[in-house]
């Protein structure tokens, strides 16, 4: 087994192995821009760790949730912050959604996905 393969199944261990908390429900507005409206539901795996102390940021889309298949990384430049982002049972017009959600004001993100890696 090769490290593509580990390090997915090593996300998708702390996935099943954490319980979601949805702390910013699908329709709630961006604490810091109020016309930023989350397009689904946003939160973290809690008792995970991040460099920032909060817990590992998830989005939660439609989909059952099922092995974990794409995350994003983002760039912040107020925050001057890089973060990952879990997408978690997300189709593609989801991930569509949640691009262009964090490609604005500040931010800019872009789409990692396990084919990329792995095929």
Not at 59 to 82: A, M, Q, R, Y
């Amino acid at each position: 087994m090769n490290n593509d393969h580990e390090f997915w199944e090593y996300l998708n261990q702390i996935v099943v192995n954490y319980p979601i908390v949805v702390d910013r429900p699908k329709g709630s507005i961006h604490p810091n821009y109020d016309d930023l409206v989350y397009p689904l539901d946003y939160g973290y795996l809690e008792g995970t760790t991040t460099v920032d102390c909060g817990g590992i940021d998830v989005w939660v889309g439609s989909e059952p949730h099922s092995n974990l298949k794409e995350f994003i990384c983002t760039v912040d430049l107020n925050k001057k912050d890089v973060e990952i982002k879990l997408l978690i049972g997300c189709s593609l017009s989801e991930i569509n959604m949640i691009l262009d959600f964090h490609n604005q004001h500040s931010m800019r993100a872009f789409l990692i996905t396990k084919q990329q890696f792995i095929g």
